[in-house]
């Protein structure tokens, strides 16, 4: 796990705060210069100095900050820029011959056809994990597929294979989907979930299991009571009665910033340092173990065993909570891997 792609690179020109200050002219020329590939760099798995090694396939999420509606909208002059500009160049030293590169939808995909379309053939999708049966939870991101000019031949357009894909799906799927198929946490998940706050507000566990209201922040449980007035104006009855009712307590909608399950149907987006998103009709929030099952991950047995898949062991809690926010979702970055597969052959 190189957590530092600077690590990754020798023969820098510029230092990572200095690319921070580059006008897009100077980033450019910059961009194209040739940079070489450490052999080893400090790896935070095994807290060694690891081999790089050097793939077939690049699956990379690059820092959505700089593009997400809810950031600053500074676009490449953002902060996060020098880390793509080092996952760029080390793409580009490395002459990876597929690269899946993953962002909001906003992102520009400019930027991957300026810096690397002499090396890359790239295609852009804005894929939503609803596409594919997984329409529980909002996730819509933009999917850029790149094939190495030198190393890959295309031999089909990843949007036409994804749009076959996806009406397929919609076809063949008569699945009915509720969002209550999230709550899957038992009692013993609960209380490991809301074991630090129950110190914090010196509660008893017990208790606060089944008044977990109480634990709540004064501006959680405001807005609390603001979705649940916005749910009873708009549908006509009580949002404790529903099992639609999901809403994002980081969030205040009298400020007019509506983050809920009223909208889509939908489990709102994942963020990360995202809020409590709050179940009326179950008296809590969702757990993080099942908001990590609600974007795909096999964290229970019977998600495992329907997918054939090891179940991933994770604690709910912080450690839950670290794997969330800006993840992928399984199901898309999924498919947009198999598409980027099946889409070219090795020269």
């Not at 011959?97 to 909001?104: F, I, K, T």
Request: glycine letters at 8%.
């Amino acid at each position: 796990m190189f957590l530092n792609l600077f690590d990754m690179l020798q023969g820098t020109c510029y230092e990572q705060d200095a690319i921070a200050q580059l006008t897009s002219q100077a980033l450019a020329k910059y961009m194209m210069t040739c940079v070489a590939v450490s052999k080893q760099a400090p790896c935070c798995g095994h807290g060694l100095m690891c081999a790089v090694p050097w793939p077939d396939f690049d699956v990379t999420g690059t820092p959505c900050q700089d593009f997400s509606p809810a950031g600053k909208h500074r676009g490449p002059l953002g902060s996060q820029m020098p880390i793509f500009v080092a996952w760029v160049q080390i793409v580009l030293a490395m002459a990876i011959p597929v690269v899946l590169h993953e962002n909001v939808p906003q992102f520009w995909v400019s930027l991957l056809e300026q810096f690397m379309g002499h090396a890359y053939f790239v295609f852009s999708i804005v894929m939503d994990c609803g596409d594919v049966g997984f329409p529980l939870i909002s996730r819509r991101r933009r999917y850029t597929i790149m094939y190495n000019r030198s190393r890959v031949q295309v031999t089909q357009d990843p949007s036409k294979v994804y749009a076959s894909l996806c009406a397929y799906m919609a076809r063949t799927m008569h699945i009915a989907w509720s969002l209550s198929d999230c709550w899957l946490a038992d009692d013993n998940e609960v209380l490991m979930e809301i074991e630090g706050l129950c110190q914090t507000r010196n509660l008893p566990a017990a208790f606060a299991l089944h008044h977990m209201a109480m634990l709540l922040s004064p501006g959680e449980h405001r807005r609390l009571i603001a979705y649940m007035a916005m749910w009873s104006d708009r549908f006509g009855h009580c949002s404790t009665t529903d099992k639609r009712a999901v809403s994002n307590l980081a969030d205040n909608p009298e400020a007019g910033y509506v983050t809920w399950s009223g909208a889509s149907g939908r489990i709102p987006g994942l963020r990360t340092n995202g809020g409590k998103l709050w179940v009326p009709y179950l008296g809590r929030w969702l757990t993080t173990k099942e908001q990590l099952a609600a974007m795909g991950v096999p964290v229970y047995s019977c998600l495992a065993m329907a997918a054939g898949v090891p179940c991933v062991p994770v604690r709910p809690g912080h450690e839950a909570k670290l794997m969330l926010g800006n993840m992928m979702h399984i199901a898309s970055v999924g498919t947009a891997m198999l598409v980027a597969l099946s889409c070219g052959r090795p020269l």
